[in-house]
């Protein structure tokens, strides 16, 4: 197989990961928001989550929606939001879509968020 039809990528560690996730737990702390943390590689697979205390157990699906969304559209979340705002109906129909702020881009295609 030729190198022309293999790409290489950059991809996002464990350790990245984990630093990712403890910046993002140190500013929640920092905020007292009892939020969940989900950091996942560019395809939306988990990587790492964190609960921190006083966290409702429903965040945890909504911190992974929001994560996916992120990675799949290539955009925070809040960019639907904004859409929705403006008027543009039509993004709801769009599949995997979450219309709600959190879901943020991070290195190498991957994406951290809280809820």
């Known amino acids: 197989m030729s190198d022309k039809l293999i790409k290489q990528k950059a991809a996002l560690t464990l350790s990245a990961a984990k630093q990712v996730l403890a910046a993002a737990e140190a500013e929640a702390m920092k905020q007292r928001w009892p939020v969940v943390i989900a950091v996942v590689d560019d395809g939306g697979h988990l990587l790492c989550l964190s609960r921190l205390d006083g966290a409702q157990h429903g965040s945890v699906d909504i911190a992974l ?6 990675v799949a559209f290539k955009r925070p979340t809040l960019a639907w939001s904004d859409a929705l705002t403006g008027g543009r109906l039509g993004v709801l129909g769009l599949p ?16 951290a968020l809280l809820d």
């Open 65 to 70: 929606a929001k994560a996916e969304a992120a």
């Open 96 to 111: 995997g879509v979450l219309p709600a702020e959190g879901g943020l881009v991070a290195a190498a295609g991957a994406a």
